[in-house]
């Protein structure tokens, strides 16, 4: 096996295995005291509010079938069974507690770093055997789509900005938020109420400040750029259309990261080869044209919202080991640039939404031109991955080891990424 063909995933138990991106700490005793405070607020809000009406409808989708309900018990007592304290033990308590995370914007927490906290309450029902199957139901995701689409909504009006202040602990401007985040790098102006911002998300999509982020050789079509900030994980050669993506090595299907309805949209890139970058919790979530060219494609794909693979086994954060698998199974949206240098011809740019809402929204459509470094979209508030697609023999070197990923240190945003032959 070669460097390029190996493996992503950290071998070892849950407890030594490292978490990526930030989305939720290795502190597994933090993650069970929030989760149980997260229950009892849940049941003081129930006496006095009904369940919002995306949470009302995924009940009724999990409760009125008997094979999702059978699941998602089995799954809570599997969970329990191994020894997790979940906080709950009762689907009901679940559903109420899950109509309060998404009610709610999240607070800063500097100590047990849990950024995405729909995570957290879900983390031990995607590993057990029953949870497997209940988070592949098609049903079950359009409903939790709903549920995430309802939580962006509030996310992007003024209520969600409750934690947008300077006040330790929790505040996303406090001192040591600020330190976290680098909010020196960005247009924050805490000066003005909320930083300046008229929401939750759009404090999360923030912008650099004006040449933080610099396009690198914009005059050299035959540097690609990065497309986010990002940190690298894993690179494949010789991709095939049609290959089994859930297995232990998660190689990549193009046919399913494009879509069944665009195989010759996927069919330049057989054979080619796929770098993929996670994104931090804490980074900025934009999306940049990594090329020259023109925008031939530009749509997003339904999909999974917490399904993981079987094969990288139990892990509270499997989300982050599954990165390659959720590449042909989760909602994601997809850019393709015909590069203005033929030498690069058609360049594939895959965004993925990993773990609580993760939404991607789209700002170029077909036929834009676009040059490196212009807006291509962003991910809303969620943990996110993204990936590269190179026609075959196009990558003549690229600026990471692939020798030792996943690595820890992010790429910037416009930096050198590859060199074409």
């Given at each position: ?239 095939r259309m049609r290959d089994a993506f859930w297995i232990k090595s998660q190689p990549y299907s193009l046919v399913d990261m494009f879509g069944g309805s665009h195989k010759a949209l996927a069919a330049p890139f057989a054979g080619g080869l796929v770098y993929q970058a996670y994104l931090s919790a804490y980074d900025y979530h934009r999306w940049h044209a990594p090329i020259d060219g023109t925008v031939i494609a530009s749509y997003r794909l339904p999909g999974t919202y917490f399904s993981e693979t079987e094969y990288e086994g139990e892990d509270q954060a499997g989300l982050n080991d599954s990165q390659g698998y959720l590449t042909a199974t989760a909602t994601r949206a997809v850019v393709v640039i015909k590069a203005d240098d033929p030498a ?78």
């Amino acid at each position: 096996m070669t460097s390029t063909d190996r493996s992503p995933s950290q071998s070892g138990t849950p407890s030594s295995r490292r978490r990526l991106g930030a989305w939720i700490t290795e502190n597994e005793s933090a993650i069970a005291d929030l989760r149980a405070e997260f229950v009892r607020r849940a049941r003081h809000r129930s006496v006095t509010e009904p369940p919002s009406p995306a949470v009302g409808r995924l009940r009724a989708c999990i409760v009125d079938d008997p094979v999702r309900r059978m699941d998602l018990n089995r799954a809570i007592s599997q969970a329990l069974d191994d020894g997790h304290r979940l906080g709950y033990e009762d689907v009901d308590t679940l559903i109420r507690t899950i109509d309060f995370v998404v009610t709610t914007a999240p607070a800063f927490d500097d100590k047990s770093l849990i950024v995405c906290p729909l995570n957290a309450l879900l983390d031990w029902l995607m590993c057990v055997p029953a949870g497997y199957a209940f988070f592949r139901d098609p049903e079950l995701n359009r409903c939790m789509r709903d549920v995430l689409a309802q939580w962006c909504q509030f996310l992007s009006g003024p209520e969600s900005r409750t934690y947008l202040n300077t006040r330790a602990p929790d505040g996303w401007l406090s001192a040591a938020a600020r330190e976290r985040l680098r909010l020196a790098e960005f247009e924050v102006d805490l000066s003005q109420p909320f930083g300046g911002f008229d929401s939750w998300n759009a404090f999360f999509t923030r912008r650099f400040k004006p040449d933080a982020r610099p396009v690198a050789s914009p005059g050299d079509s035959r540097i690609v750029v990065n497309a986010c900030e990002s940190t690298p994980y894993h690179v494949r050669r010789d991709v095939r259309m049609r290959d089994a993506f859930w297995i232990k090595s998660q190689p990549y299907s193009l046919v399913d990261m494009f879509g069944g309805s665009h195989k010759a949209l996927a069919a330049p890139f057989a054979g080619g080869l796929v770098y993929q970058a996670y994104l931090s919790a804490y980074d900025y979530h934009r999306w940049h044209a990594p090329i020259d060219g023109t925008v031939i494609a530009s749509y997003r794909l339904p999909g999974t919202y917490f399904s993981e693979t079987e094969y990288e086994g139990e892990d509270q954060a499997g989300l982050n080991d599954s990165q390659g698998y959720l590449t042909a199974t989760a909602t994601r949206a997809v850019v393709v640039i015909k590069a203005d240098d033929p030498a690069i011809g058609t360049l594939g740019c895959l965004f993925v939404g990993m773990g609580d809402v993760s939404s991607c929204v789209l700002q170029v459509e077909r036929e834009r031109r676009v040059r490196k470094g212009d807006p291509l979209g962003y991910f809303q508030y969620g943990g996110s991955t993204y990936c590269l697609i190179f026609e075959p023999g196009v990558v003549a070197s690229l600026s990471v080891d692939e020798a030792s990923l996943p690595q820890d240190r992010p790429v910037r945003v416009n930096a050198a990424l590859a060199r074409v032959g």
